[in-house]
């Protein structure tokens, strides 16, 4: 199971920036996608988590009404639409994913490398 981030970069605040991650591999299913970040001088916090299962995605209180998770389930790919962003949404995103691997008995967990966002003030 191989994770793809992409689409970071340099942003000025008030503007939107989408994420993207892909989802490759053989596998039986995958339960549920999440974005992570890590911010300067904080600990990573979730941002927003996607089950497959069709429930309402989680967001975290302070991108709440400002980020949407979404996907595209033929493509495997999961989104993140950051709209109204802010200097302290810097950070470095990270995608996460539950995996069902043929033969396992419960989800993996899989990681993929970090995408840069940088928002200006």
């Known amino acids: 199971v191989q994770l793809q981030a992409s689409g970071g970069g340099l942003v000025q605040a008030g503007g939107s920036m989408r994420l993207s991650c892909d989802v490759s591999?053989?596998?039986?299913?995958?339960?549920?996608v999440a974005w992570y970040r890590r911010s300067p001088g904080r600990q990573r916090e979730l941002v927003a988590r996607l089950l497959f299962s069709g429930h309402s995605p989680n967001y975290a209180d302070s991108v709440e009404g400002r980020f949407t998770i979404s996907r595209n389930a033929p493509m495997r790919t999961v989104y993140l639409q950051m709209n109204s962003l802010n200097p302290e949404d810097t950070g470095v995103y990270y995608c996460?994913?539950?995996?069902?691997?043929?033969?396992?008995?419960?989800?993996?967990?899989?990681w993929g490398q970090g995408t840069q966002v940088t928002v200006s003030s």
């Open positions: 591999g053989t596998f039986r299913s995958i339960h549920a």
């Open positions: 996460n994913a539950e995996v069902l691997r043929h033969g396992d008995y419960s989800p993996g967990v899989y």
